[in-house]
């Protein structure tokens, strides 16, 4: 009775002792799931199985924050195309975006970058450049035209997030109303080797039609040609009529027509002692003599008696006179000599 009560319940008793002891000894207390400390800095991409609302902007995933920063962007876009160019808001607006394309790593694309994210900093750039056209900065212009080249030298099919073919509108954007802009910039500024360094790396890339189906490439090209030719009154009509593209072009056109009053006034100069104001006003596409005469003083030409005199080209005819008396005495001792020596001769 003893060995019932004692023996069948002490070896159950003592395995269970030492099997417990055993466990303890070789594999340690029970792993616990591991919690993160207050104090630990959090990534700030979690993990595509976060799913609870949080007011921490660390613990917020990437894929949020992009899609956040592209609804910010899309909003200031649309804040732009509403608010005229010469706003005080433009700047404040521009430079936003620009800082957040910065934090997204997209103001210069990547292999990385999203489709939609490059669809959205090629439309902040191309909308900064037009812009800074309507505010006659060309300075500004010429910096969004060279953070613009990255984003035209991708291919098409960085566009398009699926295998789908992208629209045109998504593949090319406003490469070339901005690229003929930037070579209507050139011919203001008289560069007229980098304009034709610039038209030969696009008839290159041109396909299709090439240049001469794109309005905005063959309005400068045209331009070009007639101040090439000395046809101003063709490049006059052409500004001032139904062909520019663009109101952007219009705002360039009037820079152009600076440029072109000016090569005339040199040419002038050169070619006519006088001319009467009436005739000058034609020439130099002025509206009125009386701006005729403001742009004389400016020139510091003389005006005498409803004529322009042209200072300059005054004392060239002086030294031009002197030469030729000088040529024509040398022409008489050579011919007094020539005869001397066939009276010898005789």
């Known amino acids: 009775m003893h060995y019932f009560r004692y023996g069948l319940s002490w070896p159950f008793n003592f395995f269970s002792t030492l099997i417990s ?75 936003k975006a620009k800082l957040t394309l910065l934090h997204l790593d997209a103001l210069i694309p990547g292999p990385s970058t999203p489709a939609s994210l490059l669809l959205l900093a090629r439309r902040v750039l191309e909308t900064g450049a037009l812009i800074s056209i309507r505010n006659q900065n060309p300075d500004a212009f010429t910096r969004y035209y060279q953070q613009l080249q990255p984003f035209y030298d991708l291919p098409p099919s960085s566009y398009s997030s699926s295998s789908a073919k992208p ?10 109303k901005v690229t003929g802009l930037y070579l209507l910039l050139l011919l203001t500024k008289g560069d007229y080797a980098g304009f034709h360094t610039l038209l030969e790396g696009l008839e290159v890339q041109a396909t299709g039609e090439g240049l001469e189906g794109d309005v905005f490439i063959r309005y400068p090209v045209m331009l070009e040609q007639w101040l090439m030719e000395g046809a101003y009154d063709r490049v006059w009509g052409a500004m001032k009529g139904k062909g520019v593209p663009s109101e952007e072009f219009a705002v360039f056109s009037e820079v152009l027509v600076v440029t ?78 020539y005869a001397r020596e066939l009276e010898t001769i005789v």
């Open 167 to 176: 629209s045109e509108e998504e593949a090319v954007g406003q490469r070339s």
């Open 260 to 337: 072109i009053r000016s090569e005339i006034a040199s040419c002038s100069e050169k070619a006519y002692p006088s001319l009467p104001i009436p005739n000058a006003k034609n020439l130099l596409f002025l509206d009125s003599e009386g701006s005729v005469v403001a742009f004389a003083q400016e020139r510091g030409w003389v005006v005498k008696d409803g004529r322009i005199y042209f200072p300059l080209q005054q004392g060239q005819d002086v030294r031009s006179e002197k030469e030729i008396l000088v040529a024509s005495g040398q022409v008489i001792e050579n011919t007094i000599g």
């Open 21 to 95: 002891a055993l466990g303890l000894a070789a594999f340690g207390k029970p792993r616990q799931a591991r919690k993160s400390s207050p104090d630990e800095p959090q990534s700030k991409c979690a993990s595509n199985d976060f799913h609870e609302r949080t007011k921490n902007p660390a613990e917020i995933p990437c894929r949020i924050i992009t899609m956040t920063s592209e609804s910010d962007l899309s909003h200031i876009l649309a804040q732009l195309s509403s608010l005229p160019p010469n706003s005080t808001q433009t700047a404040s607006l521009l430079s």
